[in-house]
């Protein structure tokens, strides 16, 4: 298996985490969207989640070569910074549930792995001249796509 491919792996597993940290944590068990208290919270999360809609979207069947690398690693570098402050927001709002802080543990742990092992194809990708190409990911990349439209027509910014 190649490295592109299992990051695109570990990508998906973070759609899947993250669609039950939004849905069963900020939606059900905590109702963010119904809380004055977050509105903060749901901003950067409501940015996140269009950072992300671009990651799957953008990864689901390309590959960023030349300068459209340092985009990608960019929205990387910015997801990073949403992330600590999200985190940082978070601990000074509301005490998160055990099964909450856990999945968040998971998902930054997730995240770096996938981040880590893209960030090994930089040298490659950025010797190539700059274009998005196509690469075809069949079922793999079907379901990013999906993650894609999914965490980016949410109609609540939990």
């Known amino acids: 298996m190649s490295t592109h491919t299992l990051a695109l792996q570990l990508l998906a597993a973070q759609g899947c985490l993250g669609a039950f940290d939004t849905l069963y944590h900020h939606e059900l068990t905590e109702a963010l969207p119904q809380k004055a208290g977050a509105r903060q919270e749901l901003a950067i999360h409501a940015t996140r989640s269009l950072l ?38 978070e601990d000074r709002t509301r005490l998160l549930p055990a099964t909450e802080r856990v999945t968040h543990t998971i998902l930054a742990i997730n995240g770096g792995a996938f981040i880590a ?9 950025l010797g190539q001249p700059t274009r998005l190409s ?10 990013l796509a999906v993650c894609g439209v999914g965490v980016g027509d949410r109609k609540s910014v939990g």
Not at 117 to 125: D, F
Request: glycine letters at 8%; aromatic letters at 24%.
């Open 134 to 143: 196509f690469i075809p990911n069949g079922w793999l990349g079907v379901f």
């Open 117 to 125: 092992l893209l960030a090994m194809q930089l040298p490659a990708w």
């Open 52 to 89: 992300y809609t671009l990651l799957f979207v953008g990864l689901a069947f390309w590959a960023w070569h030349g300068a459209w690398s340092l985009v990608l690693f960019g929205v990387f570098a910015i997801e990073i910074v949403l992330t600590l402050w999200d985190f940082v927001i």
